[in-house]
């Protein structure tokens, strides 16, 4: 019987084999094609029909047209009309494509649906690839989020296969009329959704910009992700092929400029707004009392788990209790470089029974909003809208007397304020919250209102600052 290998013929291996070619960058060469001759010359003849049809249009009168509303506009013909190449020139704002992991997107009720509700009044088109695995193949791939938004999920079958499906539907949907459709491409994150949208404006010749938010230069969560050496590959990769990067956090631009200091120029950090009202009116997705049911008070612990985090006084602060109180529980959720530090410290205080590490979430309302108290120790000014998140979850606080805590509450009225150090001041605080369930609800209370009457709230300046950020894409050195 003949021997053959039809390895080649399996597309979870193609698809593997296919990563690891593009993070070798050895397609570069193959299929990386910015624009091919034939596209640039239909590109050519279309601005000289284009310039053509302008001046014979300005020597007529000009027609009287129907007024019409955008709403109105069928969504193919929204999508199919003449694509618009790199240069802004002739209208205000830019199309926009973003590949993410987020699914939440479609969810109405979720920030990041809300996030996508008012960025797309600063784009003239907002197109977002969601690469998305086990979806069914009876699920709509096209959805028609808002008038100017659209929403496009690969369903994958398997991972191997994510960012190939991924490419694929950007060149399905937003390939046509001899063109691509989107100015600038946005990665969402330094593994799958960035890999895509490097490829995708690597061979359209877009703009490509880079979105960090996760903390990439921590091993512990590095070690903690499916694929730890391909993520690691996909972090080297797309750091040194980044034109344009945007961090969440001044810690994490200082990596990335550590990473590579040539970057330093075009690597901001994303503004920030404090959208209060949507954390207030956020229903839960995940319970911690559901989660954890072996726990009757549940403590929250949320931080990046630095040293400037302080999160090993608020173990310390809290082991008093928990060993005094068995169906006392502690919640600690994040990715930092000292959480296997954490968890041995737990061991050596005898308290690893009641103590719960979990990785940092995308959104932690949800956990603050069904905790029943929140210690918040940190120095770093990247982690002060957890604080704020809590206040306005109505979760009792535990803070730093001498960060945005101590500027917005009194101790003793809104909030439990003790210096980070101080291990008895949290245990203490945490012990009055312990024993009082009526001054836990006013402290709550208090906080929540304190923060809606002094944080400002201006919206449309942070929509302005994010759009001015993704648009330095385009012209880095403005």
Not at 203 to 229: A, N, S, Y
């Amino acid at each position: 019987m003949r021997n053959t290998d039809d390895s080649w013929l399996n597309p979870t291996k193609r698809a593997k084999d296919y990563l690891n070619k593009a993070l070798e960058g050895d397609i570069e060469a193959e299929d990386l094609v910015v624009l091919n001759e034939e596209v640039k010359k239909k590109e050519e003849e279309r601005k000289k029909a284009a310039e053509e049809k302008a001046r014979q249009a300005a020597l007529e009168p000009a027609p009287v047209v129907e007024e019409t509303h955008e709403d109105e506009v069928a969504v193919d013909e929204a999508r199919f009309s003449e694509p618009v190449l790199m240069e802004v020139t002739d209208r205000e704002k830019i199309r926009l494509l973003i590949v993410t992991k987020d699914v939440s997107i479609l969810e109405e009720n979720s920030i990041s649906y809300q996030k996508i509700a008012g960025e797309r009044t600063m784009f003239y088109e907002l197109h977002i690839v969601i690469l998305n695995v086990g979806g069914s193949k009876t699920d709509d791939p096209v959805i028609r989020l808002f008038e100017n938004v659209w929403v496009y999920r690969t369903n994958s079958k398997l991972w191997w296969t994510l960012i190939y499906d991924g490419y694929k539907v950007a060149e399905s949907q937003l390939v046509f009329s001899g063109g691509f459709r989107a100015d600038i491409v946005v990665g969402d994150d330094l593994f799958e959704a960035g890999l895509v949208a490097w490829y995708v404006a690597k061979k359209h010749g877009r703009p490509f910009q880079l979105h960090i938010g996760e903390d990439f230069f921590d091993e512990t969560f590095v070690e903690e992700h499916e694929h730890p050496m391909l993520y690691r590959l996909a972090v080297w990769y797309l750091i040194r092929h980044a034109g344009s990067v945007r961090t969440h956090t001044e810690f994490q631009r200082q990596s990335v400029i550590e990473e590579r200091p040539d970057l330093e120029a075009v690597t901001e950090v994303l503004p920030t707004y404090y959208d209060l009202g949507v954390w207030r009116d956020l229903e839960p997705t995940v319970d911690l009392h559901v989660k954890y049911p072996q726990f009757k008070f549940i403590i929250l612990h949320v931080s990046s788990m630095r040293p400037t985090s302080h999160a090993l006084e608020a173990l310390v602060g809290a082991a008093a209790l928990l060993r005094r109180y068995p169906t006392l529980g502690l919640v600690m959720v994040g990715n930092g470089p000292l959480r296997a530090d954490l968890e041995r410290q737990a061991i050596a205080l005898g308290v690893q029974n009641q103590v719960e590490f979990e990785p940092m979430r995308p959104e932690v309302i949800s956990y603050m909003k069904t905790a029943n108290v929140l210690i918040q120790l940190s120095e770093d000014a990247s982690e002060e809208s957890l604080v704020l998140e809590g206040a306005v979850s109505k979760v009792p606080l535990v803070a730093n007397a001498s960060g945005i805590a101590g500027k917005l509450f009194v101790d003793g009225e809104s909030a439990c304020l003790c210096a980070p150090s101080d291990i008895a001041c949290v245990t203490n605080g945490l012990n009055r919250y312990l024993n009082e369930n009526q001054e836990r609800s006013s402290f709550a209370i208090n906080a929540s209102e304190i923060v809606f009457e002094r944080i400002e709230q201006d919206y449309g300046a942070y929509l302005e600052a994010y759009r001015e950020s993704v648009e330095r894409a385009i012209l880095p050195e403005s």
